[in-house]
Structure formats: structure tokens, C-alpha cells
């Protein structure tokens, strides 16, 4: 099947639907509404908080009125957007396409009140960040002050955040969910453009119930840790152990959460950022074995798609993080 949708002048959505490779049957025409928009809007929560109970938090609405939105847009197409039921949450084959043509919608919409604002020498819109887990910790990653900064502006901005790993975030950079993110990235996408930020140190980490726990500093050596049960986290590409050639991890995970919960198990060692086991080192719940050879320097970059150039809110909370940076 094919879909495309296309926004005119005159506020109009053309959705037409046809079999590939034969003649597209005539389009509908469809005139938004302002309860139009509404449900639209309310169909992307549904979809991106993976369900109804989640969009009801998102959008802080009860359940009921979410179903009569879906339901209303559903009347309005003409077809059905997504199962839901005990099997749990699922868009249909034309959900997903309809998914993907609003997201275009809702970002030509976003884009046109932010040049709106422009016009007005004043910033509007909507600034969507992108920031890997775990960082808040970091003193050396100044968001706060950026936001600081931020907001010491008149503008009428409303941010929306979303933490997550390094290959969720460079999805949602390509598939233009998001305007900017910062992260620990280890690919390098054409379309993207990276810009060095800081360096986050990563320590390798041992709990208290660990048998490295009680060794003396001068015994810490690639050597000593070598045969030691490592937990690595999957979107660092093994570059955590890239400097012991032959070690091989015990455990992948998702992220260093998951990766901090092994290492107190007493069961594992591995690296976290020396900020997010701070709290840990100084309760004696973990130790550091750090050592020249083995600490680590993980790069942080803030990553911006190629291509589309940046609205003023963007190019503006971009220096603000920059100043906060000191970079």
C-alpha cells in the first residue's frame, strides 16, 4: 500500500491509499478542525507512550477521553488505527502510516509557529532534546545552567525532553523527532553532525562483596582484572574492553543502570561514569580500580541533523548550552 499526506495553503490533508504499483485511487480530502488537530495530537501520545495508560499520564487526561479521541479520528478516516484490548496495544498496518504522516504534519505545525515567533522577534515553539540516561549526576555537563541560561529569555518554549541510549536517540535525530541530542555515540551517521562536547571518565567498578574489593591499590593492574566477570553496556561497542585484548563480557546491557545493578551484585566488575557511582563509593558499597591503563575517557557529542537548518529556538538554546559548556 501506499500513503502520503501533503499540507496546503488552505489548511488541507490529501490521504490517499492504493495498492503499490497500480493506479492510487482518488484521495480523500480531509479539512482539519481544531478537534482535529486534537485528536491527532492525542493519536501521536497514544503511540509514542506505547498505549492509552500512558498517553493518559503524558497528556494528563483521563482514559476515557483519549478512546474518544481515537475513536474520533478513527470515524473521521474512515478506518482503524490500532487494536487494543487484553492482547495489549497495537497500531494497524494504516496506523503505522498514519503515524508517520502526522509526525510530518505536527513538525510542519511546530516549524510554522516558530517562524511565526521569529517574525516577532520572539521564540516560540517547541524544543525537543535528546539526552542519554545518567547524566544529571555529571558536574561537568552543565544542562542545568543551559536551561538556566534558557530561561533568563522571554520566550514562550516549551521543552520536551526524552532520555534514552545512544542508538534510540540518533533514530529519533533521523527520523526528525527530535532537534538536538547529547550522548555518548560511538557510530558516526553521514546525516548527522557531531560536535565534541566533553569527556565523561569511566572507572572500572568492583562491589564490596567482590573478592577485588580488599586488594591494595598497587595490586590494581590490566592483569589483575583481565579474568574478572565484566558487565558491559550493548551501545558502547565493546569499547570498554577494546584496551584488554581477549576479554570477553560476561553480561551485555542496555544501559548503566542495568549495569550498576550487576556490579552490586558482587557478581560482576565493570565501568561506570565515575559521577554516577559516586554515591555508591561513598556509602563503601563500591570501590574504583583505577588504574592509567585502564580508566577510560568516554566522548560526549551534541548531534544535530544535517540538512535542516536549525530554527532560531534551537540555534539559540544551542549557544546557551555552548556558554554553559564553556566550549
Not at 482514559?63 to 478506518?79: C, D, N, T, Y
Not at 525532553?161 to 550522548?183: C, F, M, Q, R, Y
Not at 591499590?217 to 574478572?228: H, L, M, Q
Amino acid at each position: 500500500m501506499r500513503f502520503w499526506n501533503a499540507l496546503n495553503a488552505g489548511g488541507m490533508l490529501h490521504i490517499r491509499l492504493g495498492a503499490a504499483g497500480k493506479n492510487v485511487q482518488k484521495g480523500v480530502t480531509m479539512r482539519f478542525s481544531d478537534m482535529d488537530l486534537k485528536s491527532i495530537r492525542v493519536f501521536r501520545a497514544v503511540v509514542d507512550n506505547h498505549g492509552f495508560a500512558g498517553a493518559q499520564i503524558a497528556l494528563n487526561i483521563s482514559q476515557p477521553a483519549v478512546s474518544a479521541h481515537i475513536k474520533a479520528l478513527e470515524e473521521r478516516l474512515g478506518f482503524t488505527l490500532c487494536q487494543r484490548g487484553k492482547s495489549g496495544f497495537q497500531l494497524t498496518e494504516k496506523g503505522e502510516r498514519v503515524y508517520d504522516s502526522i509526525k510530518t504534519l505536527l513538525h510542519a505545525v511546530e516549524h510554522c509557529e516558530t517562524a511565526i515567533g521569529e517574525l516577532r522577534h520572539h521564540l516560540t515553539g517547541v524544543l525537543r532534546l535528546g539526552l542519554a540516561a545518567n547524566t544529571i549526576t555529571d558536574r561537568n555537563f552543565s544542562i542545568r545552567e543551559a536551561m538556566e541560561r534558557f530561561n533568563l529569555r522571554d520566550h514562550d518554549v516549551s521543552p520536551n525532553i526524552l532520555i534514552g541510549t545512544p542508538d534510540l536517540l540518533e533514530k529519533e535525530l533521523l527520523n526528525g523527532s527530535l532537534h538536538l541530542a547529547v550522548g555518548n555515540f560511538t557510530s558516526n551517521f553521514d546525516v548527522l553532525r557531531y560536535r565534541k562536547l566533553y569527556d565523561e571518565k569511566n572507572t572500572i567498578y568492583c562491589s564490596a562483596h567482590s573478592p577485588l574489593f580488599t586488594i591494595d591499590d598497587a595490586e590494581i593492574s590490566p592483569t589483575k582484572v583481565r579474568n574478572g566477570n565484566f558487565v558491559t553496556r550493548a551501545y558502547l561497542n565493546q569499547i570498554e574492553l577494546s584496551h584488554l585484548p581477549g576479554t570477553r563480557p560476561c553480561a551485555v546491557v542496555s544501559n548503566m543502570e542495568a549495569q550498576a545493578i550487576l556490579i552490586l551484585s558482587g557478581n560482576y566488575i565493570g565501568y561506570l561514569a565515575d559521577h554516577y557511582a559516586a554515591g555508591w563509593v561513598e556509602t563503601g558499597e563500591l570501590r574504583p580500580l583505577s588504574h592509567p591503563e585502564l580508566d577510560r575517557l568516554i566522548p560526549f557529542h551534541l548531534v544535530t541533523r544535517k540538512g535542516m537548518p536549525p530554527s532560531q529556538v534551537v540555534e539559540v538554546f544551542i549557544a546557551d548550552l555552548c556558554a554553559a559548556m564553556r566550549v
